[in-house]
């Protein structure tokens, strides 16, 4: 089946560093993958969705210039925390749509971040 | 906002018995579904999905069925282990793909 990785897998980091997450299709392109978070004992919360070669699209409320999405290729997307706090701290989850195959949105392993 | 919902927080199964989870949606146009398992500390893992034109779809030892009629889905593990203890998601397969609560699925030895 159609595998999605991230690394890291987790991550700690002081408060005000930035941190990168890097989000693979492994055996499928994706023009489009997606960025979620999840704090314990809940459900997840969509971030922004990547578009390959534009710019991402962010739900209400998140902030664009903190959580900075780079998809530079059918392939890989990325998740910047910049300035990053301790209510950063969460689960990152990236996932992405195979749309030639399947068109079904499979996700990454997660990411968890710590800021200290 | 999320247009489907699982119905049930939590379910408490004993190892061996079946398990059925329930799934509800708003939207009449929605053609596809996927059910997702989400275990501790991982990222969600794809089950098994139904599109609209399907009332009934089996894969290893699940099943799901989908009810248009009163926009509902279950999804039926049988002879449930204790490995299938997770969070069960629901989900719409759309562009921006939103997940209710889920329901933890907790099975007893």
């Known amino acids: 089946g159609a595998v999605v990785s991230q690394h890291p897998s987790w991550v700690i980091c002081k408060s005000g560093t930035s941190v990168k997450i890097e989000c693979r299709s492994l055996?499928?392109?994706?023009?489009?993958m997606f960025w979620y978070r999840q704090f314990p004992k809940q459900s997840l919360m969509l971030m922004a969705t990547s578009n390959e070669g534009s710019k991402a699209t962010y739900e209400q409320g998140v902030e664009k210039d903190k959580f900075l999405i780079n998809h530079a290729s059918l392939t890989l997307s990325t998740l910047t925390v910049t300035s990053a706090h301790p209510e950063d701290s969460s689960f990152y989850i990236c996932?992405?749509?195979?749309?030639?195959?399947?068109?079904?949105?499979?996700f990454g392993p997660g990411t968890r971040l710590t800021v200290l | 906002g999320e247009s489907v919902g699982l119905h049930l927080p939590t379910l408490s199964v004993q190892e061996g018995d079946n398990s059925i989870i329930n799934c509800a949606y708003s939207n009449s146009a929605s053609d596809y579904f996927i059910w997702y398992k989400q275990e501790s500390g991982k990222g969600p893992q794809f089950i098994i999905d139904i599109r609209s034109n399907m009332d009934k779809r089996q894969g290893q030892r699940v099943t799901v069925l989908l009810n248009k009629t009163v926009k509902h889905l279950s999804l039926q593990i049988a002879a449930t282990q204790p490995g299938d203890s997770a969070v069960y998601f629901c989900a719409e397969n759309r562009n921006d793909m939103r997940f209710g609560a889920g329901t933890r699925l907790t099975v007893k030895p």
């Open positions: 996932s992405a749509r195979d749309r030639v195959w399947t068109d079904t949105q499979y």
């Open positions: 055996d499928f392109q994706a023009t489009t």
